[in-house]
């Protein structure tokens, strides 16, 4: 059973930095593109970052690329989310994913798994 679950959501001050994590379990997590996405009420779920099964690509969202990074660990089946100078429209759960063999697409039908996600808060 593949379960993707997250951490490292909360509240924080705008300006401020999180990192997210998402452990993975159940599949071969080094044959996998990982992402992370993100979702407001009543908004469609928008693509945020992805990294490459090796690690070796990163992509990311326009909006956000000079603000986020994307790492993984594969030791450690293990994907991370850096964000920093953190906006209050950046508030959202924050969603990991994965895609077999993916090439990092920003679309949410192309992956296979979804985690539950984590609520990252923004106050102004």
């Known amino acids: 059973q593949v379960q993707l679950v997250e951490f490292g959501g909360g509240l924080v001050q705008a300006g401020g930095s999180l990192r997210l994590s998402c452990a993975a379990s159940?599949?071969?997590?080094?044959?996998?593109?990982m992402a992370w996405f993100r979702q407001v009420p009543g908004k469609e779920r928008e693509f945020v970052a992805a990294i490459s099964w090796g690690g070796g690509s990163t992509y990311y969202a326009d909006s956000m690329k000079e603000r986020v990074t994307i790492s993984r660990d594969n030791a450690k089946n293990t994907v991370f989310l850096q964000m920093n100078s953190l906006k209050s429209e950046d508030t959202a759960v924050y969603y990991c994913?994965?895609?077999?063999w993916g090439v990092g697409k920003p679309d949410a039908y192309e992956y296979d798994y979804w985690g539950r996600g984590t609520q990252v808060t923004v106050s102004s």
């Open positions: 159940g599949l071969i997590f080094s044959r996998y593109t």
């Open positions: 994913a994965a895609d077999l």
